[in-house]
């Protein structure tokens, strides 16, 4: 079985990594030298020469980021690394909690402490560039120790009453600790919009005037009511531009990136918040997180059957079996089955996008306007105008925004 389990998981990681770089190599060759007719109105020829320089850089970045990581797995794997972890937390506490935490919390800081030099090289050197940065050396070490502690925190909640209820109760242990993975998932919007996101970012209320009255006439005409309209100064960090729509109930509200409120007209800003409400009315954040739910529950079943075998463990070189081990181990175990519902998440995530133009386009009639919101959008952020089919059926959320414009047409 050991032999059957190494084959699985190696056939993954190689299996993956050759099909996300022939993805990408094909997405930078499908790059069109003219500039689409759709979208001469918002780019010219050096903005549109930007955007291809900016994709294959990120491209090529992706590729070498992409090889070394597939590298450092194998050897971690191969040498044993993960039984050295396991052996010393053990040494540490008998407390299979506190073993359990202190292992993830050694392999957090080591996998934070190797990714950090790219993290550093893509936001200061990249994304510089090409204009897009503005971060600073201190607000990223503030928003590098804020999410220390925000994972933490998170990470300890969550994680312990799993190892408990696992380590306590044995083949009932995955349904009950399914059930607490389903109340976080409820609770963390609430959680990121009154806590989470402010660590990071501030909210300022939408000031009253011609734009705050038309984001309330149309959500009146929708029936939909917001709690919130807030600016969020997404431009400290960066000159990207978005918007987004989270919550349930009471706590439902639009943040609108500053650098969204300088670039486009009233009714584009609309339309941007009539495509978010669409996914509301159409239901998709509610069966977004039913799904995530499914899955998890599959991935938890599936894993209470194996989690006694020791022959996952020996692929790894750890000796002991344990619930926490044996959560990591699994989840590269589990890859083939998370990329084929990878796969069927984007295709319904891309459906539900145009699902969400549609509606934005029926309750605002001025497909004008998300039209050029989209374009303007496309154009800001540098987005690439003719991605490779394969790239956009692997891992596209949102359609290529040519075929977004061609369905509002």
């Not at 900016?54 to 992409?66: A, M, P």
């Not at 386009?361 to 001025?366: D, H, L, M, Y």
Request: glycine residues 6%.
């Amino acid at each position: 079985m050991e032999q059957t389990f190494y084959i699985i998981i190696m056939s993954a990681l190689i299996g993956e990594y050759l099909l996300s770089t022939t993805s990408s190599i094909l997405n930078m060759r499908n790059i069109s030298p003219n500039i689409p007719d759709e979208f001469k109105d918002v780019y010219d020829e050096e903005k549109y020469k930007k955007s291809q320089d900016y994709l294959k850089i990120n491209t090529r970045f992706g590729l070498g980021t992409g090889a070394f990581g597939l590298i450092l797995i194998m050897g971690v794997i191969h040498t044993g690394f993960f039984g050295y972890v396991d052996e010393w937390v053990q040494l540490q506490t008998g407390n299979f909690i506190l073993q359990g935490l202190l292992f993830f919390l050694l392999l957090f800081i080591a996998k934070d402490i190797i990714s950090l030099p790219f993290t550093i090289y893509s936001t200061f050197v990249i994304e510089e560039r090409f204009g897009f940065n503005r971060t600073t050396v201190k607000i990223f070490v503030t928003d590098l120790f804020k999410g220390y502690a925000l994972t933490l925190v998170l990470g300890s909640i969550i994680l312990s009453p799993i190892l408990y209820f696992f380590e306590t109760y044995q083949t009932n242990g995955w349904w009950i600790a399914w059930s607490i993975m389903t109340v976080f998932m409820i609770a963390i919007q609430p959680l990121f919009v009154h806590i989470i996101s402010p660590m990071f970012n501030t909210f300022t209320p939408l000031e009253d005037g011609p734009l705050r009255n038309a984001i309330d006439a149309f959500s009146e005409k929708v029936q939909f009511p917001i709690a919130r309209i807030d600016v969020m100064d997404g431009s400290k960090r960066s000159s990207h531009s978005n918007a987004y729509f989270t919550g349930f109930g009471k706590s439902k509200r639009v943040a609108l990136y500053d650098t969204l409120m300088d670039d486009h007209s009233e009714n584009e800003i609309v339309s941007i918040v009539a495509h978010e409400v669409g996914h509301y009315k159409k239901k998709h954040i509610i069966k977004g997180t039913i799904l995530g739910i499914l899955e998890t529950g599959l991935m938890l079943f599936i894993f209470n059957l194996i989690k006694g075998d020791q022959a996952l463990y020996s692929v790894f070189g750890v000796e002991n079996i344990s619930i926490y081990a044996g959560l990591l181990f699994f989840g590269m175990l589990y890859a083939p089955v998370s990329l084929v519902l990878s796969i069927f998440t984007t295709a319904l995530s891309r459906k539900n996008e145009f699902e969400a133009d549609a509606f934005a386009k029926e309750n605002t009639q001025n497909p004008e306007a998300l039209i050029a919101m989209l374009k303007g959008l496309a154009a800001r952020n540098l987005s690439h105008l003719t991605p490779h089919p394969l790239t956009v059926f692997l891992s596209y959320s949102h359609p290529p925004v040519s075929q977004r414009i061609e369905a509002i047409k």
